[in-house]
Every structure is written in C-alpha cells, then in structure tokens.
C-alpha cells in the first residue's frame, strides 16, 4: 500500500503522530511537502505597484524561496526521522499548493494523509482552509483526515435551537427481521 | 491653440507618461518619458512656464523631504534595523502564527508610518518572509500583512507615504496637526485589517511553527536613536516654524556620515538610495498634472468632490479618490484632486488621503488596470494570485476606508 503524507507547517508533527497511529504495516511511505509559489508574487506586485522608483527594483532580491527551501527539507527530514522506519520517500515540490499535492498523489497512491486545518473555534462546513478543501475534493485517492492535536469532544456540536423538538428515540427497535439489539 | 487641442494634448501627454510607467518599454525607467512629457507641454505653452516654475517651487521642498526619507530607511537597512527587527519578531513570537502576524502588524504599521510605505515594501517585506520560513509557519497571512499594511497604516504621519508629503503642503497643517487629526484613522484602519486578517487567513494560523534559537544581531542602537530622534525633530521643527524636511534631513546625514566613514557604504550607494530618477519623475508627473487640471479637468474634479466636512461629504469624497487611485494610481489621483480639495479645507484633504492610500488594496498593485494585469500575466509562465488579492480587498477596502473615514470625522471634531 503506497500512503503519501502531506506535511504543511504548523501542523506536520501532529499529523505525523496521528498517521503513525492508523498507517498499516507494509506500507511504502512518502512524506511530502509543497511550497507555495505565489508568495514571493504578492511581495513583487508591491514593488511593481511603487511607480517611478528605481531604487526598488535594484534592492537584492527576495530570500524567501531560498529560506522557504530550507525550511522544507528540515521538515521533511525530521517528518522522516520520525517515522522510523525504512525507505521513507521525500517528496518536495513548489507551486500552487492544492495543485501540486492532487497532482503528487494522482498515479499510484492508495492513501492520502492530511491534518485538518481551519479554524478549529468555528466547526462547521467551511472549517477546512481552502487548500485543504480542494484536496479532500480532488484527490483521485482515499484520504484519510486526521486531526494534527487531540480531536474535540462530542460537546463541540452547538446545542439544538430553543423550541427544537429532537425525533423520537433512542432507535434501538432496529428494523423488521434485524435481531434487536442489547438493551444497556 | 484653441482650447479643445490645449485639453486634449495635455490628457494626451499624461496618458502617455503612464501608459509608458506601466509598460516601462525596453525596461526603461518612468522618467525617461515623463521628463520630456513635461518639458514638451511647456515648450508648446500648454503649460507656461511662469505656472511650471510655481508648480516646481512648490514641489521642490517635498521632494527634498521624500528624497531624505528615501536615505534615512536605506542607511537604517544597512545599520541592521530591519534585520533586527525580523530576530526581534521571531524571538517574541516563540513559534505561534497569530503572534507573530500580531508582530508582523505592529513592525509594519510603524516602519510604514515613520519611514514611509516603501520601507515596508521594499525593506521589511523580505525579512518578514524570511523570518516566517525559519520559524516554520505558513507565509501567506504575513506577506498579504505587508502588502496591505504598507496602504492602509500609511495614514499617520505626512512621511508615512508620498501622497501625504504631497498632500501636507495643501492641507495647511501642521506636522503635530497632521499626525494627531490621522492618528484615529491610522488605527482604525489597522484594527479592521487586523480583524478581517484574523477571520479571512484563519487556516493559515494554526499549528505551531519552529521556536528557532537565533543568534541575535547586534542591536541596532545607533539607528533606532537617530530614527527616534528624527521623529520628535518632525513636531519640533513644526513648532519652530522650520520646514520638517529638514529633521529628515539631519537624521539622513547622522546616519550616513558614520556609515560613510567606516566604509559601511560608499558615496554611490547613497546616491542609489536617493533614487534621483524617482525624484525626477515625481517633479515631471506633477507638471503633466498641473497641465492637465489647469485645462477643464480641475473644474471637473471640483464639480465630483463636495465641499464641506460632513460626514457624507468626507465619505464621498475618500470613495472617488479610491476609485480615482484604483484606475490611474494614487500618485497621479492625489496630484489631481488636490487643488480641488485644499479649497475645501483640511479635512477634505485628509479624507482624499483616506482614499488614495487604503484605496490600492482593492486591485492587485495599486492598479493602472491593474498594472497592466500585471504586464502580461505569463510572462513569467506563472499563475498569479490574483483572485486571492481581489477577494481580499473586497473584504476589506470598502470597511477599511468607511471605518477610518468615520474616525477622521471624530478626530476632526475632537482635535478641530
């Protein structure tokens, strides 16, 4: 079984320990990570933005991508030396993000794994970030969502509006024919 | 010539100036064009040369002020400020995001408000995005932070960006005046950015990045003195009836003159620094304007913009000057709504300041169709993040620029 992990900042140790926990036995690993290439753009266009200066455009470039590569490969290695075990792949690729990680993962891969992102204080249909989004929609693959730190508990669903009547229950009856399930 | 052509030929001219800023032919620079630009309507008498020597005089002492602010943020680069402050932020910020975007707000704001808004383009931006890698967090909520920090917190001070120094002479105030009349504003419009930031990049604060162990450099001492000291010789020289530039002035040279002597720079770097072709361009622009609003479009622009300091007539008045800054750039937009404004007293100037300089976020860079969609989208074989950039000023620009508008109206009642 071929599991790719995608590994994001903020969030790669938890889903490293997280994907430990559920990767079977005999999978072929890879770990990557993506570096996003639009950031040094939204940097420039504030330059281009300076009409007239001259002087702007002579300041030595941008470091970032050179920093940006750095920091990926001490992701990626220290992803590796976590996992333990032989024959990790180290995956590092530049570009737009949710692109590159549906495209890494387009031939041959079996299982996806990502940490949830977004903001975890607003649960509910857009608490994914967009990148991660795309991914879970896209992804020609299984992926398996983990969360980078302790999941929350079930009190983390809001309570029912006031007024709300909840549907008759516990549905234990089970349907015609279904053995009945043990009363606790 | 009749009037028409004498119209015509000098929107002509202007067009052409920024049509060739925007396309910078052969990668030439701005001036190159709007140097003959202007020299060309005078020669022609579309604009007489008793009226481009008023214009000049009255031009030239802003642009000896932008011109030291220019050294002043270039020599506290070298003295190390900046690079001090991204160990600083990385130091304060121990590996969580939404601190260090708290930091990244604060370093912006002030770099943009005391140094101009080009230091924080130029100077801060790569050292935020490096300081970010190392620690290990996303990039993107900090390098959009710089981008929109170096408009929106550009409202403070007359130094914080060009439109202001610009716009300072015809507001007839004060420099204390001036900061403590935009000082509301100057918040608030950070506060809204901070809050739409906190909200729109809530996916990328998360998690917990790298509590790097950097070895601090050396404090810049020296710099952040001279900087300090500049900025209290701004109010003083005020009040001493001197011209503020000449506090810029005296931080510049402080700056440059130990910098020169242990050879931490020569002579050429500062005259780099000094961007002289800026400068120029700057003086040629403001003639080409003159010209242009002498002929009809001034009594164009009188008749778009309301008089008075209501608070709809300030609101008004900072949406047509962002929309004006968001088709041809707020450099060109500040120069023509100016001599309307500045009739209409101070406040209406701040409030056309509101609009050109918070404005620019809407469009990616600051417009002139967006700067030619960004000279050919392609060229780099790259897609550009544009949509992101539009999404981002929808949200904010509009409550950005009613919100400061709203405290310039308070400030004006409050500090008259």
Redesign the interface.
């Known amino acids: 079984m071929k599991v790719v992990i995608w590994l994001v900042e903020g969030t790669w140790q938890g889903c490293l320990a997280a994907a430990v926990r559920n990767l079977p036995p005999d999978s072929h690993v890879a770990l990557l990570h993506v570096t996003p290439s639009d950031i040094t753009e939204v940097a420039e266009a504030a330059t281009a933005g300076l009409l007239g200066r001259v002087f702007a455009r002579h300041v030595p470039g941008h470091h970032y991508e050179e920093a940006a590569d750095q920091a990926a490969s001490q992701i990626l290695v220290a992803g590796a030396a976590r996992l333990r075990r032989e024959g990790v792949e180290l995956l590092h690729r530049r570009g737009r993000v949710e692109r590159e990680v549906v495209s890494a993962v387009a031939q041959g891969v079996d299982l996806l794994v990502i940490a949830r992102d977004g903001d975890r204080s607003r649960l509910g249909p857009r608490s994914l970030g967009p990148a991660t989004r795309f991914v879970v929609d896209h992804a020609p693959c299984s992926v398996l969502l983990v969360w980078p730190e302790e999941p929350p508990g079930i009190e983390s669903i809001p309570p029912p509006p006031e007024g709300h009547r909840p549907p008759p229950g516990p549905h234990r009856e089970g349907l015609p024919g279904m053995p009945q399930p043990p009363l606790p | 010539m009749s009037a028409p052509i004498v119209e015509t030929l000098a929107v002509m001219f202007l067009v052409a100036t920024l049509g060739c ?1 925007v396309l910078r032919p052969w990668g030439l ?3 190159v064009v ?1 140097l003959p630009a202007a020299a060309l309507l005078v020669l022609l008498g579309v604009l007489p040369l008793s009226q481009a020597g008023a214009e000049a005089g009255s031009l030239a002492p802003t642009i000896g002020f932008l011109a030291a602010i ?1 050294v002043l943020a ?1 020599l506290c680069d070298r003295h190390g400020l900046f690079e001090a402050a991204g160990a600083w932020m990385a130091t304060g910020a121990r590996g969580r ?1 939404v601190v260090l975007l708290a930091l990244v707000f604060a370093a912006a704001s002030l770099v943009t408000a005391v140094l101009s ?2 230091a924080t ?3 801060l ?2 050292v935020v ?2 300081t970010v ?2 620690l ?5 909520p900090h ?2 932070a ?2 929109h920090l ?1 408009n929106s917190a550009s409202l403070l001070l007359p130094v914080s960006n060009l439109t202001n120094l610009l716009a300072f002479r015809a507001s007839g105030l004060s420099f204390g005046r001036f900061g403590a009349t935009m000082a509301l504003p100057w918040l608030a419009a950070i506060g809204v950015e901070w809050l739409v930031f906190r ?1 729109f990049f ?3 604060l ?4 790298e509590t790097v162990a950097v070895t601090p450099p050396p404090a810049p001492v020296f710099a952040c003195v001279v900087v300090a000291l500049t900025l209290i010789g701004f109010f003083v020289t005020a009040v001493l009836h001197v011209d503020p530039a000449f506090a810029a002035l005296g931080g510049a040279v402080t700056l440059a003159v130990p910098t020169l002597v242990r050879r931490r720079a020569k002579i050429r770097d500062v005259a ?4 002289v ?2 400068l120029a ?2 003086l040629a ?1 403001g003639l080409v304007v003159k010209a242009v609003s002498m002929h009809g479009l001034s009594s164009l622009v009188v008749r778009l913009v309301p008089s008075g300091e209501s608070l709809g007539s300030l609101l008004i008045v900072a949406v047509v000057a962002a929309g004006l800054a968001n088709v041809i ?1 707020n ?1 060109p937009a500040v120069l023509l709504l100016l001599p309307a404004t500045a009739a209409h007293g101070a406040g209406a100037v701040l409030a056309v300041l509101i609009g050109v300089n918070t404005g ?1 976020n809407l469009t ?3 417009s ?1 169709a967006t ?1 030619l969609w ?2 050919v989208l392609h060229q780099r074989g ?4 544009i949509s ?2 539009l999404r981002l000023g929808v949200v904010t620009v509009p409550l950005v620029l009613t919100t400061a508008t709203l405290a310039l109206w308070l400030s004006l009642r409050l500090v008259g």
């Open positions: 800023a620079p701005e001036v709007a220019l270039d995001p808004l080009d383009v130029v100077l931006t790569p995005l490096t890698a190392r290990q967090l996303r990039a993107k390098a959009y710089c981008t170096a909200r809530a996916a990328d998360v998690g917990h990045g780099i620094a000094l961007d072709p800026f361009f700057v622009l750039n450099l620019p990616y860079v600051g002139l700067l960004r000279r790259e897609e550009l993040p992101e950039f």
